[in-house]
């Protein structure tokens, strides 16, 4: 599954058997729902999940397309049946009954004509016996595995047979599901969907016809409910000209709102921001060092950009410590001199408060009115912020969400920053560039990223974006030292911390959420607050700090302040830390578990050390054992330093869903299509795209709407 095609549901099929669904399959389907004990509310709860996966409209279900099937249209007798392979047995129940064997579990023994077979359960309910009682007749499908007494399956799917009932006539397909979403449940959902809509082509046959393509309803009718004959390994694979199809329109899409963005985009003005210059040049004249090469020329092109009328957007990619605020600082700078204010938006306080300190002390000196706001701040100051954004008395606001929460209106906001955009909301960008109203010209927009975003990735989902990349760290930086030691060693790890912190240098110890369960605040509160006390225990003598994102604001701020002036050791945190935080003195990283976290996040945390004149040192704790594909991944980390390098190995190990952190962006990713290798098909999308945008306006609207749906907004930036 690593190199899933899949990505986002291939995760979710694969997430633990749901709550109540514990015997496997055997709830699956035709079995009575007595005694299965659904929990009250079930419906509304999986509602809000399905509504979390885009499951809402009948043609989300549509294309809420297999994972795979399964061949239940055979039955095997058993004793014909092949260990290690994937079968159907039918038979009749003849001996049920809990046994502690080291765990606890429900052994089935079912019998046919030709022999016996043992079904074994771990997880069961009561309504599990029940529906296995003694005497009834099931099919059961699973691998066939031998075990210590005779053949068994673990585990299987099971359903009750009626005598005589046929079997099904199609393969039966398994979709990607969720907790509290069941395969049975899905697949009665979307054969309803089957049933109630009709197929209808949005691409109009004339363009059709010269794409060789087979018809929609053909190809969404054939992966839902393929009769037997067809290659299920080759469907399973996304091979065929079914799964080209779909693969085909869901480019297409994806062509169609990209072009509608840039076509809007064009149609909207912005302020000139063209200026003396004067404030620039006394910022360049004040600033403790020059600019490298790669901050020089980037800013030119922002600088340019901003002189023009039509709204910058720019994403300003640099690998960590590459020096993007200040090239931010000019930025503002030059709206402020044109007459016009900024505000620059960061994903944390902690980050929001960093940038305003630094943007005071380089700004403030040259007379420019620097405000902040953050959610902490008493209903009294806020009003304060707000008006001086109102009235034009504050040129650079600085802040976190608070900035579009508290509905902040700009009397001439000429420049919106948004610091590790990837981290908001498309839709919460969105809101800020149009804080001025749509019908007014709007702000230019610079987005700074640490997260390099491969070129393919760049070309399809960043198309409405011109980016800048710094490729070079100011000089005089020495590279962070990466080591990958084994949890057992801990005590060489202790030994080391402690001489860092005796010559007087600081320590992050990170740790990741145990896991991202329901409630993540509780893990990551947890899972925070352990660490603290097991390091707290091992480093007596040390002064300790602890960092998660349950805490409140106000502390955060403190223990970060306390770690910046040197008063903490040993920072214990989550990746709260992962962004931006630069305190120079921190020489060394400790990341417990490494192998839990992406390889982009790791580079990012790391990012947080070597930031002095010092050597630095980034030390991945991992647990043991680990598989050679997790070593592999972590020697990436061990063996690059370069950010572009480690999101592009990052990205082929795991796929863009995971990459681009599809969660928080709502960025609506491409399920079925790769870019790379539907090079082909993207070609003939992006042919059809622009006919139907010029000739049939309104079937590309349609088009977008099927694929996209509500989520379509976040494409049409
Ligand atoms: P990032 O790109 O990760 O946001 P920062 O803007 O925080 O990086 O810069 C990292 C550090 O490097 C800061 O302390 C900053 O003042 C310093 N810096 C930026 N540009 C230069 C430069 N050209 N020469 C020396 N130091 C620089
Ligand atoms: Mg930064």
């Known amino acids: 599954m690593a190199r899933s095609r899949r990505k986002a549901p291939a995760r979710r099929a694969s997430a633990p058997a749901p709550k109540g669904q514990g015997a496997g399959g055997a709830n699956d389907d035709g079995l009575p729902a007595t005694g299965r004990g659904p929990p009250s509310g079930e419906a509304a709860t999986r509602a809000a999940r399905l509504e979390r996966l885009g499951l809402r409209r009948d043609w989300d279900f549509l294309l809420h397309l297999p994972l795979r099937y399964i061949d239940e249209t055979q039955v095997t007798p058993i004793a014909g049946l092949v260990s290690g392979a994937e079968q159907q047995v039918e038979g009749e129940v003849m001996a049920c009954e809990v046994a502690v064997r080291g765990r ?213 990619q640099g690998d960590v410590g590459s020096g993007k605020t200040v090239v931010a600082a000019l930025a503002a700078a030059q709206a402020i001199d044109a007459g016009f204010q900024a505000a620059l938006m960061a994903p944390t306080e902690i980050l929001a408060e960093q940038h305003f300190g630094r943007i005071v002390q380089w700004l403030a000196p040259l007379g ?127 030994d080391r911390v402690r001489a860092e912190a005796a010559r007087g240098a600081q320590v992050y110890w990170v740790c990741p959420l145990v896991n991202e369960g329901e409630d993540e605040s509780t893990a990551e509160l947890t899972a925070a607050t352990r660490m603290y006390e097991e390091t707290h225990a091992l480093l007596p003598e040390l002064r300790l700090g602890l960092l998660h994102g349950q805490l409140p604001p106000a502390e955060k701020t403190a223990v970060m302040h306390a770690f910046a002036a040197g008063e903490i050791d040993v920072l214990v945190a989550t990746t709260v830390i992962e962004v931006g935080v630069d305190v120079p003195r921190a020489s060394l990283m400790v990341i417990e578990h490494a192998q839990r976290f992406g390889l982009a996040q790791l580079h990012q945390l790391r990012g947080r050390v070597g930031r002095g004149a010092d050597r630095s040192f980034c030390v991945l704790l991992y647990d043991e054992p680990l598989s050679e594909a997790a070593r592999e991944r972590l020697r990436v980390l061990y063996e690059s330093t370069d950010g572009f390098e480690i999101a592009r190995r990052d990205l082929a190990l795991r796929g863009p869903g995971e990459f681009l952190g599809a969660r928080q962006s709502g960025v609506p990713l491409l399920r079925f299509a790769d870019l790379e290798r539907d090079a082909d098909l993207l070609g003939r999308a992006r042919e059809v795209a622009l006919q139907m945008l010029a000739r049939h306006p309104q079937q590309a609207a349609a088009h977008v709407q099927r694929w996209l749906g509500g989520r379509a907004e976040y494409l049409v930036a």
């Open 368 to 494: 420019v009115r620097v405000t902040w706001l953050a959610g902490k701040l008493k209903a009294g100051q806020k009003r304060a912020v707000q008006q001086a954004a109102a009235s034009g008395e504050a040129q650079i606001v600085i802040g976190t969400h608070a900035l579009i929460q508290e509905a902040v209106d700009f009397a001439s906001l000429g420049l919106a920053i948004v610091d590790e955009q990837h981290r908001f909301g498309v839709a919460q960008r969105l809101r800020l560039r149009s804080r001025t109203g749509e019908a007014q010209p709007q702000p230019h927009l610079l987005m700074l990223s640490a997260t390099p975003i491969p070129r393919t990735l760049a070309m399809s989902y960043y198309a409405d974006l011109d980016v800048s990349v710094i490729d070079e760290l100011p000089p005089g930086r020495q590279p962070v030292v990466t080591k990958l030691v084994a949890a057992g060693r801990r005590d060489e790890v202790l």
């Open 104 to 316: 606890r579990q429900l052994l089935v023994r079912l019998a046919d004509a030709s022999g016996e077979l043992l079904l074994r359960f771990f997880h069961f309910y009561p309504s599990t016996r029940q529906q296995l009682a003694v005497g009834r007749r099931v099919r059961a499908y699973g691998v066939a595995r031998g075990g210590l007494m005779g053949l068994e399956m673990v585990h299987p799917r099971v359903h009750a047979a009626r005598p005589d009932e046929p079997l099904p006539q199609r393969l039966t397909p398994i979709y990607p599901t969720t907790e509290g979403v069941g395969q049975g449940w899905l697949r009665s959902r979307i054969a309803r969907a089957l049933r109630d809509v009709e197929i209808a082509e949005t691409v109009p046959a004339s363009l059709l016809a010269g794409t060789g393509l087979r018809p929609l309803d053909e190809a969404i009718r054939g992966l839902h409910q393929p009769s037997p004959g067809v290659a299920a390994a080759a469907l399973a694979q996304q091979q065929g000209p079914w799964w080209e199809r779909i693969r085909f329109d869901e480019l297409l899409a994806q062509q169609i709102s990209l072009r509608t963005a840039r076509a809007r985009r064009a149609e909207r003005s912005a302020p000139a921001l063209a200026s003396s210059g004067a404030l620039v040049s006394r910022l360049h004249a004040t600033l403790p060092f020059a600019l490298t090469g790669a901050q020089q020329r980037v800013w030119r092109e922002i600088e340019a950009d901003l002189a023009r009328t039509v709204p910058m957007q720019r994403l300003l």
